[in-house]
């Protein structure tokens, strides 16, 4: 299986601020078709984790343009500009390029 | 909009079989494919089994640790997703969440999860 390698573990953000979550995969995430099926979710305290980004870049339907995804290959960042208090929770990659799905560990995100 | 809502969860014994359903809302389920995915308490993400559409003949895939005992399902005309899960072990007690994929999505959407304890 594809490991999914997410750093920090623990984030500690103030408010207003800026911050970036790193996710290293152990083989390519580029798929045949082209696509690079590495994607970004967010959970948030006693809630189902949500969709922010797919497919690297790619906002979900109602997620801010705070949130921005980038990287190629095997090595990926989510990076999260303005942080503001519904920010807060735990960040989760997932790779689907490779059977079977992987997710990353996840990264908490808490108030400094 | 788009709802997905889980149930069946429960307490129950090791060795024993349970049956979570996944009612859903808001999107095409006829077309769409569908995807168990599971949490262990304090943990993280793992999935579980997906089931394609018709028109890729509802092919079912699974994790290696669940192949060979839980069996995913779906029933078209109501909109629905199952999982059964039999000879179900310790390492098994986790909330399942249903969810979905669009084309090049993968778990788009997400139900509120359903809580299955495995113990004796």
């Known amino acids: 299986d594809v490991l999914m390698t997410q750093t920090p573990v623990s984030l500690p953000v103030s408010l207003g601020g800026q911050v970036s979550i790193s996710c290293r995969s152990s083989?390519?995430?580029?798929?045949?078709?082209?696509?690079?099926?590495l994607h970004w979710y967010l959970q948030k305290p006693g809630q189902s984790p949500q969709l922010l980004i797919y497919?690297?870049?790619n906002r979900f339907s109602g997620v801010p343009d705070r949130f921005s995804g980038s990287g190629s290959g095997t090595d990926f960042t989510l990076k999260i500009s303005r942080v503001e208090p519904e920010d807060l929770g735990v960040y989760y990659c997932?790779?689907?390029?490779?059977?079977?799905?992987?997710f990353g560990a996840g990264t908490k995100l808490e108030l400094k | 909009e788009v709802q997905l809502v889980e149930t069946g969860g429960g307490l129950v014994r090791p060795g024993s079989s349970l049956k979570l359903s996944c009612a859903t809302s808001?999107?095409?389920?006829?077309?769409?494919?569908m995807n168990w995915v599971r949490q262990a308490p304090g943990k993280g993400l793992e999935w579980v089994a997906l089931?394609?559409?018709?028109?890729?003949?509802?092919?079912?895939n699974y994790a290696e640790s669940v192949k060979g005992r839980f069996t995913i399902s779906r029933d078209d005309s109501k909109s629905r997703v199952y999982l059964q899960m039999n000879t179900l072990r310790d390492q098994d007690t986790a909330t399942y969440y249903c969810?979905?994929?669009?084309?090049?999505?993968?778990?788009?959407?997400w139900g509120q999860g359903t809580l299955v304890t495995v113990s004796s």
């Open positions: 969810t979905l994929n669009y084309p090049g999505i993968t778990f788009a959407y």
């Open positions: 808001g999107f095409t389920f006829s077309n769409t494919w």
């Open positions: 089931i394609k559409d018709k028109y890729s003949n509802y092919e079912a």
């Open positions: 083989q390519s995430l580029v798929h045949s078709d082209g696509n690079t099926y």
């Open positions: 497919r690297v870049s």
């Open positions: 997932l790779q689907s390029t490779h059977f079977p799905d992987t």
